[in-house]
């Protein structure tokens, strides 16, 4: 393992229908390593705003910074990591690995759909200017089909209820892909209900990113931590100055 004191700083940005606690048992593996890790709260309110609040969060760190993105996520960091000089490398966790232009709904038109389609339904919630727009939650009854079908049904029913609606993002697409700059790696969910397995490996591939594929949902963060952070510590190890 690299000194710690040179590994760059690991960004973990979770997807929708999370809130960073998604991250709890990864952080604790990675600060049992002694790398420095941060989990800030992703907006959730579309694509661009969210890759752009995680850019600046990312520019006001000192020093490099690995970026990590679960689901939704892996698309925040595609944009926000070409957007930060910071970032010297990309870690997707059963993540959207889009391409410039590729909107999230291409994705299941090319692979076919998953329960996630169903169990999340619509609300609305209020823009400034009087608006509103629409945002999308899982149905409690549907969480474990489509989020978490390897988790215990205790931790399900409480996930279910504290889980963070997000701004309906089907049409939204990167406006660059950092993963064409940047080393890459991939973590592929093999059960995984919201993003399909299959497009999970052409993304990683078409990404040439290092990949590991786990027998989990997509939940592999809190099924598999250990899994995980393996991914992030190895990644670390490449990215670390000096390595």
Known sequence: ?????????????????????????????????????LAPAN??????????????????????VLLVGHSYGGAVITEAGANAANVV??????????DEGEPFKAVWDQFGP??????????????DDGGTA??????PEKYKEAFASDL???????????????????????SVAAWKSLPSWYLVASQDGAIPPEAQRFMAKR??????????????????????????RSAVEVVAPGS
């Open 1 to 37: 393992m690299s000194d710690p004191t040179n590994a760059p700083t690991v960004v973990l940005v979770h997807g929708g229908f999370a809130d960073s606690s998604y991250w709890v048992p990864v952080i604790e593996d990675l600060q049992a390593h002694d790398i420095p890790v």
């Open 43 to 64: 907006p959730l309110r579309g694509l661009a705003h969210d890759a752009a609040y995680t850019a600046s969060f990312v520019d006001q760190i000192n020093g490099p």
């Open 89 to 98: 490398g990309l870690v997707y966790v059963a993540a959207f690995g889009l």
């Open 114 to 127: 998953t329960p996630i389609l169903t169990a999340a339904g619509p609300s609305n919630y209020p823009l």
């Open 134 to 139: 629409v945002e999308l939650t899982i149905a």
């Open 152 to 174: 215990s049904d205790a931790d399900i029913k409480v996930l279910a209820v504290r889980q963070r609606p997000f701004a309906a993002i089907f049409e939204d697409s990167p």
């Open 207 to 232: 990404m040439d990113a290092q990949t590991v594929e786990v027998d989990a949902s997509h939940s592999v963060a809190l099924s598999q931590p250990a899994a995980t952070a393996e991914i992030i």
